[in-house]
């Protein structure tokens, strides 16, 4: 599902790699945690996996293709296999949570109909079906990644890219986003976790890859987070 083999980043030649001879493969169907302290490539990984940048040398595949083959026009629909989750919510505060979820369907021109089928579900998915006629400054923090996360599955995207979910939450609420990102993983899709949240890694007990200044140095399946150096 993802493939990276031999990747290297470097933005600025008189800087170290962002990323340094990167191999990783995670299939279909798999919840990942990617740590590493600030500064170790983990925001380089998800650009390079949303082609906002390409890698200096080695290939990134995503379902088998490799991504710097993708013409201008192909990569938006790579990006609608990519279901992303911000730390900063990222809502529009002028539309409710029915609203914030249904555009993200109109802007790739999915029929009203399908819109009125598939946003309730979505919202039901994340436990929200009572807050759809709310906007984002009515909800808590918890309730606005649930619409985020909603917004995120709602084109069926094949992996979900999360870049620090729990960040500015509570342990409690970090929990349920958890409980929901594994629901959303059992129904097929791939979710990988960005995270520093190492409480959480801990309990998870998934597969855990760990960046440290750009070297990938452990991939630990039922890992921990390791408290690197
Ligand atoms: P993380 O997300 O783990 O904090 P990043 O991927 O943002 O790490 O950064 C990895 C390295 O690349 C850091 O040394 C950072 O300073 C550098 N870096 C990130 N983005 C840029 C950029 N646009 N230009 C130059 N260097 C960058
Ligand atoms: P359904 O299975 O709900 O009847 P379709 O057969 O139209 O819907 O499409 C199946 C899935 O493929 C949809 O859930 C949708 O996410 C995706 N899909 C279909 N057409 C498009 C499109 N133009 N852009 C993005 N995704 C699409």
């Known amino acids: ?5 031999n990747v290297t980043k470097t ?15 995670i299939d279909k169907g798999e919840f990942v945690f990617l740590v590493g302290r600030s500064g170790a490539g983990k925001s380089t990984f998800i650009k390079l996996l949303l082609r906002e940048i390409d890698a200096s040398t080695g290939t990134v595949k995503i379902k088998g293709h490799d991504i710097s083959k993708l013409s201008k026009k192909e990569i938006p629909y790579l990006r609608r296999k990519l279901g992303v989750v911000f730390q ?10 029915y609203e914030n979820v249904a555009y993200a369907m109109e802007i ?6 399908k819109i009125r089928k598939k946003v309730p579900l979505a ?7 009572h807050r759809a006629n709310h906007y984002p400054n009515e909800l808590s923090g918890g309730e606005q990644q649930r ?22 939450l509570d342990p409690v609420t970090s929990r349920d986003i958890m409980r929901i990102l594994e ?22 007990k998934k597969r855990v890859l760990t960046l440290e200044n ?16």
């Open 88 to 97: 900063d919510f990222r809502l529009l505060e002028n539309k409710s949570v």
């Open 11 to 25: 933005y600025d030649k008189n800087e170290k790699d962002a990323l340094k001879n990167v191999n990783l493969f």
């Open 214 to 229: 750009g070297y990938l140095t452990s991939d630990d399946v039922k890992g921990r987070y390791r408290n690197a150096k």
């Open 183 to 204: 629901e959303i993983n059992k129904h097929g899709t791939t979710v990988v976790v960005v995270t520093h949240d190492s409480e959480m890694v801990n309990i998870m």
């Open 108 to 113: 790739i021109g999915r029929p009203e109909r």
């Open 123 to 129: 919202l039901e998915m994340v436990g929200l079906s």
């Open 147 to 168: 619409v985020v996360i909603a917004r995120a599955i709602i084109n069926n995207p094949s992996i979900l890219i999360c870049d620090e979910p729990t960040g500015n």
């Open 1 to 5: 599902m993802i493939e990276f083999i």
